[in-house]
């Protein structure tokens, strides 16, 4: 008689590889939300410092259209006393760092530190 041996994953280990994922998947999905708003962040001060006029904008007039701007996206984590206006070689550079703190499990929290700023595009 002539038996081959078996192959493939035991239910234990499809266990431990099934957990795994699904942590690495609730983990993703904790994390959407806060990359989308410092996209919206960037986006929101790229759009302030292009449509700035360089010459005339004051620092005001642009914290206040930053705000107008985070009221429509949503925008939190940040206010417009947050963000850091300067001009180099006569172009607004807006920039902003913040702190985000994502609740894992129980008291186990992720860190992230973002920074977004106007000064590349």
């Given amino acids: 008689m002539n038996r081959k041996s078996q192959q493939g994953v035991s239910l234990v280990g499809t266990l431990v ?30 759009a302030v410092a292009q449509d700035a006029n360089p010459s005339g904008a004051s620092v005001a007039e642009l914290r206040n259209a930053f705000s107008k701007r985070a009221q429509v996206d949503g925008i939190t984590s940040i206010s417009a006393a ?13 920039s902003a760092n913040y702190s985000a703190k994502v609740p894992v499990v129980a008291n186990v929290s992720l860190l992230i530190d973002f920074e977004a700023s106007s000064a590349a595009h």
């Avoid at 690495?24 to 989308?36: A, D, S, W």
């Avoid at 947050?82 to 807006?94: F, P, S, W, Y």
Wanted: glycine share 10%.
């Fill in 17 to 46: 590889v099934g957990s795994a994922l699904a942590g690495v998947v609730l983990l993703g999905l904790k994390l959407v939300p806060v990359v989308n708003e410092y996209f919206s962040i960037k986006r929101s001060i790229v």
């Fill in 82 to 94: 947050d963000l850091d206006i300067t001009k180099d070689n006569g172009r607004i550079v807006i």
